[in-house]
């Protein structure tokens, strides 16, 4: 039978902290409604099994550090009493009513799959196994230390998945390097998709100093874009006119190039029937273009 009980705070084992994704912002909001008004939502442990008046801390593990840092020595539980994987499937399952962050989920259900087969634990989590690969993957495809440093809140889970992980798999050395930088000075997830588009476009000379300073890099290249548009706008719509029609002349010129390769007698018909239907609407552009143009009073075509 499940009840709520006034514990103290070390009869609490934090058994999962690590698993646990940290938000400072979160953390704080908690705080100042603890301060105001109390600890509203009671935390759910379980009996230890090898320690008695122990529990093992299921799910509050802010209300806890919170609480730890307002100097209280009590807590409000909700004693279930169950095994600890009932009571881990069972706060995995109300994911509606307690929303948990992707990786915190993976964690714990890569903490389960030690012990149930991955079609036993979708079963209680009302999931199809696919559903739960997919939150394995999330931990399998995370090194140690990049994992670590998206529970510590230091890195954001896409762009540890997104850019950090791709990036240590083509070179670990540059993926640390990076790391600790943006460690010492955060980037927003638009200026690490930006920086990681350059690296991906660099020699490698060029790629070793971006990831060495990637702040430093990114306010040049934003100084650039700025000369850039600075001349533009100097230079009128017919300064930016002839610009463009510059960049879709090399284009056309490096596609026209491209041609006897992509649609040689070797290559597959259907991917040069694809290659082809591409083509089409830039064709019909083309002839709007033209068309504009032959409309104009005196234009001598």
Partial sequence: MENVRHLDLHALIPRFAALRLHDRARLGRLKASIERQGQLVPVVAVPEADKQGHWVLIDGYRRREVLQQLGQDRIWVAAWERS??????????????????????????????????????????????SWVSRRLSLIKALPEDLLAQVRAGRISLWAASRILVPLARANAEHARTLMGKLEQEPLSTRELKRLYEHYEQAPRAQRQRLVENP??????????????????????????????????????????????TLFAPTQDSAERERLAQAFAPAKTQFERLEQALSQVPGHDR
């Fill in 215 to 260: 702040g430093l890099f990114l306010k040049a290249v934003h100084s650039r874009a700025e000369e850039a548009a600075d001349k533009r706008l100097a230079g009128g719509p017919e300064g930016a006119w002839y610009q463009d029609l510059r960049v879709v002349g090399a284009i056309l010129s490096r596609l026209t190039r491209q041609v006897p």
């Fill in 84 to 129: 600890v994987d009932e009571a881990l499937m069972a706060c995995l399952a109300r994911a509606p009513d307690r929303p948990w962050e992707a990786i915190e989920e993976a964690g714990l259900i890569e903490e389960l799959a030690r012990r149930h087969t991955l079609v036993a634990i979708a079963a209680q989590l009302g999931r199809d196994v």
